[in-house]
């Protein structure tokens, strides 16, 4: 079985209400309407991480069940993910529910997916964010960004904060609803991310100047952080620690 945990949602029983949509839900067939990653060779992992393996935009799966703080889903019977809701939630179980599953699929002729630029939809396609993608579409293929006071409290606000490979950070500013700026931030300076002018570089130190100790470090405390708001599990937090440490 392979995790995929959440950011975005709160624990907590089901409604009776709640309750009788998941039951509904089970063993029916639905669709994706966004990115999410998961890990193969790790038992939990984040789809707000952005690492490993991306399951598509409109890939076909079946609900297999709707409880507690999960969903679990399988598009094939050897392979089943389920999304987790982290402690430092903000919605109801079938609130996440909508934002990641839907009857219709988004990918056929007439679906969401043909809404957005030819340009959004091959940045969809790809998981990427670039410049001039409304917050819809960058829902779409980044997923939604880790909710929290330090990273993104709420989507109706111009700057997001999303978690990525190796603990960096990129942040998606909006204005009149369109990307107008990225920064890839890690280890307390911005690198390159696609296009040379896509960050606006800021003091710091370079790269070359840290040292591999403090390096490491560095991203300790990055997933002390991400740990800390809810973005990943203890398990996730303690297997990079003995990795950073060489333990």
């Known amino acids: 079985m392979l995790l995929v945990s959440g950011c975005v949602a709160k624990h907590g029983g089901l409604t009776s209400a709640e309750a009788a949509i998941a039951a509904s839900a089970r063993g029916q067939a639905y669709y994706t309407l966004a990115n999410i990653w ?19 935009v409109g890939t076909k799966v079946i609900i297999k069940r709707c409880s507690g703080a999960q969903i ?19 919605i109801s179980l079938m609130e996440y529910f909508d ?7 988004p990918m056929e002729n007439g679906g969401i997916f043909f809404r957005f630029t ?7 396609k790809k998981g990427t964010v670039d410049f001039g ?22 989507t109706q606000k111009n700057q ?19 990307v107008t700026k990225i920064d890839d931030i890690e280890l307390g300076h911005i690198r390159p991310f696609g296009r040379a002018h896509r960050a606006t570089p800021r003091g710091g130190k370079s790269q070359a100047n840290i040292s591999q100790k403090d390096s490491n470090a560095d991203e300790l405390l990055k997933y002390k952080q991400l740990l800390d708001n809810g973005a990943i599990t203890k398990e996730e937090y303690e297997q990079k620690k003995k990795q950073l440490l060489g333990l």
Request: glycine content about 6%.
């Open 38 to 56: 998961y890990l193969e060779n790790r038992p939990t992992t984040s789809h707000n991480l952005h690492m490993g393996t991306m399951i598509p």
């Open 72 to 90: 679990k889903f399988f598009d094939n019977p050897d392979t089943i993910y389920t999304l987790v809701l982290s402690r430092k939630s903000t």
């Open 99 to 105: 934002r990641y599953f839907s009857k219709e699929d």
């Open 118 to 124: 030819k340009a959004e939809q091959n940045n969809i």
């Open 133 to 154: 993608m409304t917050k819809a579409a960058v829902l779409m293929a980044h997923g939604y960004p880790p909710s929290g006071e330090n990273w993104t409290p709420n």
């Open 160 to 178: 997001w904060c999303y978690i990525e490979d190796g603990g960096s950070e990129l942040k998606v500013y909006f204005e009149d609803n369109k």
